[in-house]
């Protein structure tokens, strides 16, 4: 099992920048893929990006390309999630999550942090 805790969530204007952290522990990391994922009030939880642990390759929803950018830092155990250009639709709880697979179906995730409020105001 991977513990996952997030943080850098907050208050922030249109047109902002956000970046969000998520520390990983436990089992070994390295064969993952963290998923990043929010949930708006009233709506399903969505797929935003995810990152190959080792290797770095990434993969965006539509909605979110060119505006965030995941990474991740080996050595610190740490995933990121750089937020630009924020509009207020983006705003929800975001949660990072750890996988065995690529893939953008939260059934995927089999561990979770517990999210970290991001709100966009307009």
């Known amino acids: 099992q991977v513990q996952l805790v997030e943080s850098g969530g907050g208050l922030v204007q249109a047109g902002g920048s956000l970046r969000l952290s998520c520390i990983a522990s436990g089992r070994t990391f390295s064969s993952y893929y963290m998923g990043w994922f929010r949930q708006a009030p009233g709506k399903e939880r969505e797929f935003v990006a995810a990152?190959?642990?080792?290797?770095?390759?990434?993969h965006y929803a539509d909605s979110v390309k060119g505006r965030f950018t995941i990474s991740r830092d080996n050595a610190k155990n740490t995933g990121y999630l750089e937020m630009n250009s924020l509009k207020p639709e983006d705003t929800a709880v975001y949660y990072c999550?750890?996988?065995?697979?690529?893939?953008?179906?939260?059934?995927?995730?089999?561990?979770w942090g517990q999210g970290t409020q991001v709100t966009v105001s307009s």
């Open positions: 990152i190959r642990w080792r290797g770095g390759s990434t």
């Open positions: 999550a750890a996988s065995d697979l690529l893939g953008v179906a939260s059934i995927l995730y089999r561990d």
